[in-house]
């Protein structure tokens, strides 16, 4: 009986160390999503706009990800951003120029990319430490191409 008891109570541990990573990931993803809409609304229509937008969403697709994988836990997943999150939509609202911007936006993906690697090596199920690769990869392309875009100045447009 003590045995069964130690190894529930280990269980129930790992997943809400689990569900507590997830639910970072939640705000850090949601507080993306809306950095990009704001960082987009900043800008006038055109490509840059569209990819900012097209990034908003992504986020808005792992956010949802992330709580589904919260609630099949048992977990009560996060539905918002952080606070960090709220002051840097603030500076960016604040911002002017394009490469701006795009500057404040790769700052956010830097902040992003170290929380995903903190979740990834924490000690995470298989299943959950797969999607969490799959979304990492993801935000480093957004981050390196953030970044070129920053050098490049706003005069080379999208790839």
């Known amino acids: 009986m003590c045995r069964e008891w130690c190894i529930q109570a280990t269980m129930t541990r790992t997943q809400s160390h689990t569900i507590a990573i997830l639910n970072q990931l939640i705000e850090t993803c949601k507080d993306g999503q809306e950095g990009f809409l704001a960082a987009a609304s900043r800008i006038p229509d055109g490509d840059l706009k569209a990819l900012l937008e097209s990034y908003s969403r992504q986020r808005g697709q792992f956010v949802g990800e992330l709580q589904e994988e919260v609630r099949r836990r048992g977990g009560d997943a996060e539905s918002t951003g952080g606070a960090i999150g709220t002051r840097c939509r603030v500076w960016i609202d604040e911002t002017v ?57 706003t005069e080379e447009r999208m790839p």
């Open 97 to 153: 120029g394009e490469r701006a911007i795009i500057t404040k936006c790769e700052r956010g993906e830097d902040a992003a990319l170290k929380n995903y690697q903190a979740a990834i090596a924490a000690d995470l199920p298989e299943d959950v430490l797969a999607r969490v690769q799959q979304h990492y990869t993801q935000i480093c392309e957004t981050h390196d191409l953030m970044r070129a875009l920053g050098k490049a100045g």
